[in-house]
């Protein structure tokens, strides 16, 4: 085709091209996007030029040759074409040859709504802090259309949001702002993402559409304090929890994140007590114990705790932390009083001291329950609360017991009860309440006479338990008389040895015993005394040799017994009467012929006295009978005297014409009776002889005497109870203390010796050991010594 119409093709310079449109031959008007073949116009027709001349085939579109009809050969894209132009006109020129004519054709596209609206991203995201306040904005890229007019993008809306609003403003540039507009205020905490739909709409017909989708991420601010769950935390613990126990956790919450939702914890206001017994963990908010709790001390903790977050919102909560008694305090025991030493005299019921007891503990643990031992003669007795007397519940004696240990205890009534105790000392003062007590009941001392002034007789002692000088024993005599002399001079006791001394030799002739009253005093105040009985004894010693009564002593010789011719041997001619002033074994007198003119005629009764005819008298006997008698006592050494007894062997004093010389060659019987008659008034002179003796005694002591009167009956008010009249005779014999001897003479005589003796002049082998009493009643102060006692019938 080297001769067809060169068609130029000036786009993009529409004014220009405008120009030569109107100057155009022919115009067409056809929207974009026609289906190739769609016929145009008949370009032959609207030219007049004849159907088959014109050769015209050029890009998008083409002269049918046959119709001359301008037909569209390609798809023809506006926005491909002239993009954003508004008018967007094709513009050709037709050549014809034969003659050369040149015609233009200018074909205007018009815009189809064939293009959506289209957002640079599909998804928009936006970080937007919560804090944002309302009309913040936010600025979007705007969607576009390639369409132009109003098939481009003519509104924008919203989808699924309440918090934005959209702002479209047309900017000087015609294109368009697009703005979110912040209408409701932003919540990270309720919403911390937001996807919305902006959806950009087109004018065309039908409308077009497209959308992006919003991303909106809140960012936290810290619009949030921490709040606590609780306003108060209220924990119990008892006392004695251990360091680390957790009390209590407090916790508090931030609905920010990050650091805006970090929260720690801090004591905001807490006493220096606490403090030092409370931990608190600044992130965990665990309270634990970190020092030793004291219900005593302080039983109740109140703290506040301030939650903070990463920037400092905060807020408080308090803490009350009870703490529970534990039963750890014993009792303690007060001795508030005490009166020691306490005199022993304190009547029972005395209070002696006062006692507090205090238990720390509170409610059952600290009530406590006081006692005391047993077995002291103390209790206790309640009074005001926690307090007791100490009082006396007996009688006290600090001779006995003079210290108490007293042992008080208390317990409490806590589970496990706690106790503790006390000792309370408790010492007694002494009381002069014990008189000095005598070792024995009486004292008896026993000394020989003749003893030496001076000599120690005996020694008393006497105990007084009480204290020093109550209890000290001081002794001495009491004034009394012995015979009618004070007693201060027969003896001294040392006052403080309590040794009696004899002061003077005793005569045991003269008193044989004698009784002292000795006084032990203290030294107290009053001083306490108490008496006791000393009884001495004096003992015999043989200082008196024997006393022959009958015959009388030698010279005297005046006296013959007459011895009857016809006397059988062994019978009884005469008695030879001694007596002893000693006593005992030395008064127990032997006798002994020691000399005799017929030495075979005669013996002697040694302890009798009495001299019988050993054998029959014969013719041849000498008339005077001479025999010489040695009276021993059995002292040692023992003393003796001798007399000399003269017997007449005859049956008639008539026939004996001169005592001297009286032969003793009679024989008659007969002569028996004289001689009775003659022993009978011998026996009574011999009676008289010692009345008179013992008369004689009595007088000399100017006291109440006991007399002998022949065969008259003792007054019995002079002799002891034992004594009893034998066969009404007026025999008396001793049925205790004394013993009788009879002695039964010839067949003819009846010649009864009673001999008394004090029961302590007999067994040989007996020693003298008598107790006081029995001196007592042989030897009662009005019964005078009596030695001897004989009585002839
Ligand atoms: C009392 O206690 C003291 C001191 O412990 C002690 O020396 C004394 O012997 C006690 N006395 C008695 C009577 O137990
Ligand atoms: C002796 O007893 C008296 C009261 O009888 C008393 O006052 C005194 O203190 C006692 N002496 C001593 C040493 O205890
Ligand atoms: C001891 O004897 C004296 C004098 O007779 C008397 O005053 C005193 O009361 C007696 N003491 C006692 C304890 O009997």
């Known amino acids: 085709m080297e001769n067809t119409t060169i068609c130029l093709l000036q786009y993009f310079f529409g004014i220009v091209l405008f120009v030569h449109i109107t100057a155009a031959d022919l115009s067409y008007s056809v929207p974009e996007e026609m289906r190739p073949g769609s016929i145009v116009g008949n370009a032959a027709k609207d030219l007049g030029l004849e159907v088959g001349k014109m050769i015209f085939r050029k890009h998008y579109c083409d002269i049918d040759q046959k119709t001359g009809d301008f037909v569209i050969r390609e798809r023809i894209d506006r926005e491909e074409l002239c993009g954003e132009k508004i008018s967007c006109i094709l513009k050709f020129e037709l050549v014809l040859e034969n ?52 098939n481009t993008v003519q509104q924008y809306s919203l989808q699924n949001n309440e918090h934005f609003v959209l702002s479209v403003r047309d900017d000087t540039d015609g294109s368009k702002s697009i703005e979110l507009v912040l209408d409701k205020e932003l919540d990270r905490e309720k919403e911390h993402d937001l996807i919305f ?151 029972p019921g005395t209070e002696v001291g006062i006692i507090n007891v205090q238990d720390r503990d509170s409610e059952t643990n600290g009530q406590v329950r006081c006692s005391i031992q047993q077995n002291v003669p103390f209790k206790l007795v309640p009074s005001i609360k926690n307090y007791y007397s100490l009082v006396t519940t007996g009688q006290l004696d600090r001779e006995l017991v003079s210290d108490y240990n007293i042992t008080i205890s208390a317990t409490d009534e806590g589970s496990p009860p706690l106790s503790s105790s006390k000792i309370v000392q408790l010492s007694v003062a002494d009381i002069n309440d014990n008189p000095p007590v005598f070792e024995e009941q009486s004292y008896s001392a026993y000394v020989s006479e003749n003893n030496k002034p001076g000599s120690t007789l005996c020694s008393v002692s006497a105990r007084d338990p009480d204290l020093r000088q109550n209890g000290t024993v001081i002794y001495s005599l009491l004034p009394g008389e012995v015979n009618g002399a004070p007693v201060s001079s027969y003896l001294s006791v040392n006052g403080d040895t309590g040794v009696i001394h004899a002061v003077r030799s005793f005569d045991y002739e003269q008193f044989r015993s004698f009784k002292v009253q000795v006084m032990a005093r203290d030294n107290g105040s009053p ?29 005297n010789s005046f006296m013959t017994e007459l011895v009857p011719k016809a006397a059988h041997g062994g019978s009884l001619v005469s008695k030879v009467i001694a007596v002893d002033a000693d006593s005992g074994q030395n008064a127990w007198l032997s006798y002994h012929i020691v000399k005799s003119t017929d030495p075979g005629l005669f013996t002697i009764g040694v302890h009798s006295g009495e001299i019988r005819t050993q054998r029959d008298i014969s013719e041849s006997d000498s008339m005077k009978q001479n025999l010489i008698v040695s009276v021993k006592d059995n002292g040692q050494p023992s003393l003796s005297a001798t007399c000399s007894m003269y017997l007449l062997i005859s049956d008639n004093l008539a026939e004996v014409p001169e005592l001297k010389d009286i032969s003793y060659d009679d024989k008659n019987s007969k002569l028996t009776s004289y001689l009775i008659i003659a022993l009978v008034s011998v026996s009574t002179f011999f009676l008289t002889f010692i009345i008179i003796i013992l008369g004689v005694r009595f007088c000399r002591r100017r006291k109440p005497r006991l007399l002998f009167d022949g065969a008259v009956a003792i007054p019995s008010a002079y002799l002891p109870p034992n004594y009893a009249d034998v066969d009404g005779t007026g025999t008396l014999r001793s049925t205790y203390n004394y013993d009788a001897y009879l002695t039964t003479g010839s067949r003819t005589s009846d010649f009864k010796f009673v001999s008394s003796y004090n029961d302590n002049t007999l ?28 009585v002839l019938v």
């Open 99 to 150: 003659p050369l004519e040149l015609h233009r054709i200018s074909l205007l596209i018009q815009d189809v709504n064939d293009n959506f609206p289209i957002f640079p991203k599909d998804m928009i995201k936006l970080e937007i802090t919560e804090s944002a306040v309302k009309g913040a904005r936010y600025r979007v890229n705007e969607a576009h259309d390639a369409d132009i007019g109003q």
């Open 763 to 790: 067994p040989a082998d007996q020693t003298l050991r008598k107790s006081p009493s029995d001196f007592a009643e042989v030897f009662g102060d009005s019964l005078e010594p009596l030695e001897v006692g004989a």
């Open 527 to 555: 001083p306490l005394s108490s008496n006791v009985t000393v009884s001495v004894f004096i003992s015999d010693v043989n200082d008196n040799s024997p006393q022959i009564l009958y015959p009388a002593p030698e010279g």
């Open 197 to 347: 739909v902006l959806i950009a709409i087109d004018g065309g017909n039908p409308q077009k559409s497209g959308t992006a989708s919003i991303h909106v991420t809140v960012l936290d601010a810290n619009d949030n304090a921490p709040i606590f769950s609780q306003a108060v935390f209220k924990a119990s613990l008892p006392e004695n929890s251990v360091v680390d126990t957790v009390v209590v956790t407090v916790s508090a919450t931030d609905a920010d994140e990050g650091v805006n939702g970090d929260v720690t914890y801090e004591f905001s206001r807490i006493s220096d007590r606490a403090k030092k017994v409370f931990s608190l963990n600044n992130k965990s908010g665990e309270i634990k114990v970190t020092g030793p709790l004291d219900f005593e001390s302080n039983a109740k903790y109140e703290m506040r705790i301030d939650a903070k977050d990463g920037y400092g919102l905060s807020s408080d909560c308090k803490v009350v932390i009870d703490v529970t008694d534990v039963n750890d305090n014993a009792p303690v025991i007060y001795m508030k009083s005490l009166m020691s030493p306490i005199p022993e005299n304190v009547s």
